[in-house]
């Protein structure tokens, strides 16, 4: 019928076939054919039952959502799903791989679904900041009750066949060959006789529907939300579900649609889905990859031990080396805890952590990472310990392994110069805790061999990492624009904010937590370790860490955390800060929430700027994956550089300038780059003027 659809026949069973590579997206040139082809299977006598399935991996994925922000283009998936619904025949939709979104909405619209026993269903429209605009807050309710549907929307997480099948969202799950299942489950159907209740058509699960808890579930939800509008839009669509009748309820849902897909929180949300998957290819042309059946990781402490349990958890066998015997236990015992807390909190089963805790051997012996393919060293922050591992990996790694440094700041070429296999090294950023956060800043050296490095950037995704390659310089990209954020964060509090205050700008903002808490978090000793090797001062931070207050894991930090985790203002904080700002003459004024902006994420962006100019981020939209992925930034806000482009890049100029002219600090001296963006209009105009 077409390039993207075929219809064929098994006797008088239709078989709707959608071919549209890669996740078959419900692009206009599949809406097409496919409206057409359902009207003509209505309209046909000899056809007495309608599978609709899926040609390649997966069941339709959703919508196109390289159409969004376009003009819509009829027929409508809604238009679509309405026609189907006008089938009096058995309508069966057959499920493998995924059926996300629209493709969900779709299968929705059919009486029956049937699946793959591995195929996973959901609506994770809320992650591109939108919600089922398909009618799937109105019509999944209705198989599978207000609060579950509520959980499954608001998250935007699939659930396995097996529980779909359970809340009455599947109807039968299938092994082997579905299409040949479906089409007897159809013909099946179709014999016993109608009449076949479309969804929309059913509200048994609606009506037990207590609402008091499905409200007191949502406003807990939209607490979680921080400022996003989606989450809040998805629980309200799914309320209305219960309480509106369903053309009312499918209306106001669209209305929702198309407010929130015009929105720069989905167009930033939108920005960094493609983000992420432009990141994660090869840079160049895509080399034969080496092969990685095993890994070592060196050093198994805060992040050797993360960096090993991200491997095994990704079923990689782990060599884990430590210097003594002691060591080596002490960060055994932490991997085994922390599967235990896994175990305790039902996301891994005992017999999981049994397989995971399998894959580890340690060692103290150099000569045990002779079979690694892959050996990631984490020990001391130290040029000269970092030379000393690389050198004795020199002499017992076998010919082509790849040699790894989860160093933050220190100079990866000279790393590589240390060994006589420079182009076999790279760097292997973690973010700590390294075997839950998301991102892995590749950074390539001078001398990295484009093989070596698009085989991590492949192992990446294959242990479920976002990744960035980034280039070699102080901190890389995520770390040195950290530093740029920061550099203003002591000048702040001297002039009057409070750690509070500050970090309360950030928590408004969007930001899971404000820097302070985050130092705190992470540990202060880091920086200050790091400053002392560079011959800085930071004279609040080093005064506190002089008193032995790193942060949460000494219960004391910027703030006081007695009862567990929760920061509390601490009153000898707020001293020193007036102390050390008297003893410079600084009188303190108060601070408004927009300065603290300027002064933080102004630089931010600019020191973005300065990186992507010196070429160490290839693409603007690499530096948001980094801020989004491994330091928080809002999502609905699409990371700095997209940030850049709704606040203004005019306006963050004549800020810096301001602030530059001020105090004549280095961080507000803006980048020549940013400037062009102000000019043009975008990041690639920019690089290309
Ligand atoms: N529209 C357009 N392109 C899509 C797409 C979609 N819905 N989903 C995936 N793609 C593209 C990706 O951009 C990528 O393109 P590239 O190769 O050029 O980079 C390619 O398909 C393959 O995608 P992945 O690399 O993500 O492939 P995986 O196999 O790792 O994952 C997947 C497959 C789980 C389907 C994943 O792609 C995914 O989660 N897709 C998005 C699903 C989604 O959000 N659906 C809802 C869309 S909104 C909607 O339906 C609105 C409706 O309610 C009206
Ligand atoms: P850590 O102090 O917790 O662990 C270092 C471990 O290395 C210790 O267990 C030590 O015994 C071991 N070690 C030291 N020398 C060794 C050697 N020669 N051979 C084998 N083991 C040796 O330090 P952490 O925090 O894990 O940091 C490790 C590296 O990761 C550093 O380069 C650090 O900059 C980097 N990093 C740290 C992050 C963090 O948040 N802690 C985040 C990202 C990177």
């Given at each position: 019928?077409?390039d993207?659809?075929?219809?064929s026949?098994?006797?008088?069973?239709?078989?709707?076939?959608?071919?549209?590579?890669p996740?078959?997206?419900l692009s206009?040139?599949v809406r097409?054919?496919?409206?057409q082809a359902?009207?003509?299977l209505?309209?046909d006598?000899?056809v007495a039952a309608?599978?609709i399935t899926?040609?390649?991996?997966t069941?339709?994925?959703g919508a196109d959502?390289?159409?969004?922000?376009?003009?819509?283009?009829?027929?409508?998936?809604?238009a679509?799903?309405?026609?189907l619904?006008?089938i009096?025949?058995?309508?069966?939709?057959?499920?493998?791989?995924?059926a996300?979104g629209?493709g969900?909405e779709?299968?929705?619209?059919?009486?029956?679904r049937?699946?793959?026993?591995?195929?996973?269903?959901?609506?994770?429209?809320?992650?591109?900041g939108?919600l089922?605009?398909?009618?799937?807050?109105v019509r999944?309710p209705?198989?599978?009750g207000a609060l579950k549907?509520?959980?499954?929307?608001?998250?935007?997480a699939?659930?396995g066949a097996?529980?779909?099948?359970?809340t009455?969202?599947?109807d039968?799950?299938?092994?082997?060959?579905?299409?040949t299942h479906?089409?007897?489950?159809?013909?099946?159907?179709a014999?016993?006789?109608?009449?076949?209740?479309?969804?929309?058509d059913r509200?048994?699960?609606l009506?037990?529907?207590n609402?008091?808890?499905?409200?007191?579930e949502?406003?807990?939800?939209a607490?979680k939300?921080?400022?996003l509008?989606?989450?809040v839009?998805?629980?309200?669509?799914?309320?209305?579900?219960?309480?509106?009748?369903?053309?009312e309820a499918?209306?106001v849902?669209?209305?929702?649609?198309?407010?929130?897909?015009?929105?720069?929180?989905s167009?930033a949300?939108?920005?960094?889905?493609?983000a992420e998957?432009?990141?994660?290819?090869?840079?160049?042309?895509?080399?034969?990859?080496?092969?990685?059946?095993?890994?070592?990781v060196i050093?198994?402490?805060t992040?050797?031990?993360?960096?090993?349990?991200?491997?095994a958890?990704g079923g990689y066998p782990?060599t884990?080396?430590?210097t003594?015997?002691?060591?080596?236990?002490r960060?055994?015992?932490?991997i085994?805890?922390n599967?235990?807390?896994?175990?305790?909190?039902?996301s891994?089963t005992?017999?999981?952590k049994r397989?995971r805790?399998?894959?580890f051997?340690g060692?103290t012996?150099?000569?045990d990472?002779?079979?690694c393919?892959l050996i990631?060293?984490?020990v001391?922050?130290d040029?000269?310990?970092?030379?000393e591992?690389?050198?004795?990996?020199?002499a017992?790694?076998?010919?082509?392994?790849?040699?790894a440094t989860?160093?933050?700041?220190?100079?990866?070429?000279?790393?590589a110069?240390s060994?006589?296999?420079p182009?076999d090294?790279l760097g292997?950023?973690?973010?700590?805790?390294?075997?839950?956060m998301k991102l892995?800043?590749?950074?390539?050296a001078?001398?990295?061999?484009p093989?070596?490095?698009?085989?991590?950037?492949d192992?990446?995704?294959?242990i479920?990492?976002?990744a960035?390659?980034v280039g070699v310089?102080?901190?890389?990209?995520?770390n040195?624009?950290?530093a740029a954020r920061?550099?203003?964060?002591?000048?702040?509090?001297l002039e009057?904010?409070?750690?509070?205050q500050?970090?309360?700008?950030?928590?408004?903002?969007g930001?899971?937590?404000?820097?302070?808490?985050m130092?705190?978090?992470?540990?202060?000793?880091?920086?200050w370790?790091?400053?002392?090797?560079?011959?800085?001062?930071a004279v609040?931070?080093?005064t506190?860490?002089e008193?032995g207050?790193?942060?949460?894991?000494?219960?004391?930090?910027?703030?006081?955390?007695?009862?567990a985790?929760?920061p509390v203002?601490?009153?000898?904080?707020e001293?020193l800060?007036r102390?050390?700002?008297?003893?410079?003459?600084?009188?303190?004024r108060?601070?408004?929430a927009?300065?603290?902006?300027?002064r933080?994420l102004?630089?931010?962006v600019?020191?973005?700027a300065?990186i992507?100019e010196?070429?160490i981020?290839?693409?603007?939209?690499?530096?948001d994956v980094v801020?989004?992925?491994g330091y928080?930034f809002?999502?609905?806000?699409?990371?700095?550089?997209?940030?850049a482009?709704?606040e203004?890049?005019?306006?963050?100029?004549?800020r810096?300038?301001y602030?530059?002219?001020r105090?004549?600090?280095?961080?507000?001296?803006?980048?020549p780059?940013l400037r062009?963006?102000a000019?043009t209009?975008s990041?690639?105009g920019?690089?290309?003027a």
């Open positions: 019928m077409s993207f659809l075929k219809v026949r098994d006797g008088d069973v239709a078989i709707v076939i959608i071919d549209n590579p996740v078959n997206a206009l040139h097409e054919p496919l409206k359902l009207v003509e209505r309209d006598p000899l309608i599978v899926c040609a390649g991996r069941f339709v994925a959502i390289t159409e969004f922000g376009k003009p819509v283009q009829q027929p409508e998936l809604r679509i799903i309405a026609t619904e006008t009096a025949k058995p309508t069966v939709a057959a499920i493998h791989g995924t996300l629209g969900l779709l299968a929705l619209g059919c009486h029956f049937v699946a793959d026993a591995s195929a996973r269903l959901g609506l994770p429209e809320v992650k591109l939108l089922p605009g398909g009618g799937g807050t999944l209705r198989l599978v549907a509520l959980k499954m929307i608001v998250s935007g699939p659930i097996e529980e779909a099948h359970t009455g969202l599947v039968a799950l299938f092994e082997g060959d579905l299409t479906a089409v007897n489950f159809a013909r099946e159907i014999r016993k006789g109608g009449p076949f209740t479309p969804v929309r509200d048994d699960e009506k037990g529907t609402l008091a808890a499905f409200d007191a949502a406003a807990d939800l607490k939300a921080r400022g509008e989606a989450p839009a998805c629980a309200q669509a799914v309320r209305n579900a219960v309480t509106l009748h369903f053309d499918l209306a849902e669209r209305a929702l649609f198309v407010k929130l897909v015009a929105s720069d929180q167009r949300q939108r920005h960094l889905f493609f998957r432009e990141a994660a290819k090869s840079p160049g042309k895509d080399p034969v990859k080496r092969r990685i059946a095993r890994v070592g050093g198994a402490g992040m050797g031990g993360g960096i090993a349990m991200a491997f958890n782990v884990l080396l430590e003594g015997h002691e060591a080596l236990q960060g055994l015992a932490t085994d805890k599967y235990a807390v896994s175990v305790t909190r039902g891994l005992e017999d999981a397989q805790l399998a894959q051997t060692s012996d150099y000569a990472l002779a079979d393919d990631v060293e984490a001391f922050e040029m000269a310990v970092k030379k591992v690389f050198g004795k990996l020199d017992v790694a076998k010919p082509g392994a790849i040699l989860n160093t933050s700041y220190l100079d990866i070429n000279e790393i110069a060994t006589s296999r182009q090294v292997l950023h973690f973010f700590s805790p390294a075997n839950v892995l800043e590749i950074v390539r001078e001398k990295t061999a093989d070596a490095l698009a085989s991590v950037v192992l990446a995704r294959r479920g990492k976002v960035v390659v310089c102080h901190g890389f990209v995520g040195r624009m950290l920061g550099s203003e964060s002591e000048a702040l509090l009057g904010a409070t750690p509070r500050i970090d309360q700008a950030f928590t408004d903002f930001w899971p937590m404000g820097p302070f808490q130092g705190d978090l992470a540990g202060l000793d880091i920086g370790r790091n400053r002392k090797a560079r011959g800085q001062t609040i931070a080093d506190l860490c008193q207050r790193f942060g949460q894991k000494t219960g004391r930090g910027y703030y006081l955390y007695e009862a985790r929760t203002p601490d009153p000898q904080v001293a800060i102390d050390k700002a008297a003893e410079q003459g600084i009188a303190p108060a601070i408004e927009e300065e603290i902006i300027e933080t102004y630089p931010l600019n020191e973005g300065k992507l010196e070429g981020a290839v693409r603007a939209s690499d530096i801020w989004v992925n928080g809002p999502v609905g806000k699409g990371g700095p550089m997209f940030w482009g709704l203004g890049a005019d306006k963050i100029i004549e810096l300038e602030w530059h002219h105090t004549g600090k280095d961080v507000f001296n803006v980048a780059l062009r963006m000019e209009g990041w690639e920019a690089a290309a």
